[in-house]
């Protein structure tokens, strides 16, 4: 019997620099804290699956340079039992880092990224043959250069990629990065056909139909977020469409069920940065789908887990164990539906 779960895609290096706000242009902002850290969809989400419950079996996939930063990467995996040996190192290549520009007093980042070495990740990078796992999750979708060429046949390098590993019996998952580009129905739309899950936020899941996924006054639209979520069922997911934002979790089942939960109520001076939200949320979602929840729980958990996020400068110090995160689903209020 297959288990645990395998992260396939970028991996890199977050260098968080704290901000008091970020500069008009030409203008001049102090940094009052640096931090190095792991980033990027693999180091992200397993790490934070890894730190949820030690016990769930966790491969890396990637590759980094013959750097000081991709050492520290592959130790910082390893050291939370993660299996490493899929991670692949380029001789004489840099390992892909991002400096990572957040504000202090609200949290929001902003990224500028080299993309060094993943933009070579590709399926020979990758045993197939030799992958055992229960689900195997790819991210992210716009920021893998190899991964996201044409491929004649399939669409897309990625979309080979999730046929090979389906047609292994392989539950497969795929997350997006946030980008200001038209590319998102040509490169996302293919993947979505050998898909069992996608996990991905209300940006990018709407660039892909057109869709606003928010209202004139900045309000979350959740008829357009559902009818998206619909969209991504007809183009080809299999089993379940998850959607997250500031305000709430949104999944849609291949059953028709459509559940929305809205985030927890946090108190002032509790987010400390934002840096992986998104990552946390995914790697509840594979925990729960791994666990058996059903899906108010699966998003219940996620919500709460992102939350956990949210308490450190970096991706993955404020997440905490499956217990701690459900305690948190009973001491935390969650914003009404009529708030989000």
């Known amino acids: 019997m297959r288990e645990g779960i395998t992260i396939a895609g970028n991996i890199l290096v977050d260098i968080v620099k704290m901000i008091e706000r970020y500069p008009e242009k030409n203008m001049l902002v102090h940094i009052t804290d640096t931090v190095k850290a792991v980033g990027g969809c693999v180091p992200n989400t397993i790490i934070n699956i890894a730190k949820m419950d030690s016990n769930v079996t966790l491969k890396a996939l990637g590759k980094v340079g013959s750097d000081d930063n991709g050492k520290f990467l592959i130790e910082e995996m390893a050291k939370y039992g993660v299996d490493v040996s899929g991670v692949k190192v380029a001789e004489g290549k840099e390992t892909s880092f991002d400096d990572v520009m957040t504000e202090k007093s609200t949290g929001a980042r902003t990224f500028f990224l080299s993309c060094g070495i993943n933009h070579e990740f ?12 229960k689900i195997f999750h790819a991210g992210y979708i716009l920021l893998l250069g190899a991964l996201d060429a044409e491929d004649e046949e399939y669409g897309t390098k990625m979309a080979r990629l999730l046929h090979m590993v389906s047609e292994k019996g392989i ?3 795929v997350d997006a990065v ?4 038209d590319r998102f129905k040509e490169k ?17 899941c709407c660039k892909v139909t057109g869709l606003s996924p928010r209202t004139a006054d900045d309000r979350i639209d959740v008829a357009n977020i559902k009818a998206t979520m619909e969209a991504f069922m007809e183009y080809g997911v299999r089993e ?3 959607v997250h934002c500031v305000e709430a979790g949104f999944l849609l089942d291949k059953s028709g069920e459509f559940v929305i939960v809205p985030s927890l109520k946090l108190p002032k001076g509790y987010i400390k940065g934002s840096v992986g939200a998104g990552d946390s949320f995914a790697a509840a979602c594979l925990y ?8 108010k729980k699966l ?3 996620a919500s709460a887990a992102a939350a956990c996020n949210l308490t450190a400068s970096d991706s993955i110090s404020g997440m905490k164990t499956r ?4 305690k948190m689903c009973e001491t935390f209020e969650r914003l009404t539906l009529d708030e989000i």
């Open 240 to 242: 379940k469409v998850i």
């Open 188 to 204: 996302i739309i293919p993947a979505l056909k050998y898909c069992d899950y996608t996990i991905m936020n209300e940006i990018e």
């Open 288 to 295: 729960g789908i791994d666990q058996g929840f059903d899906n």
């Open 178 to 181: 946030s980008e200001d580009s």
């Open 299 to 301: 998003l219940e958990f």
């Open 122 to 133: 590709g399926i020979e990078d990758i045993d197939i043959d030799a992958l055992d796992c």
């Open 171 to 173: 539950k497969t998952s």
């Open 323 to 326: 217990a701690e995160i459900e």
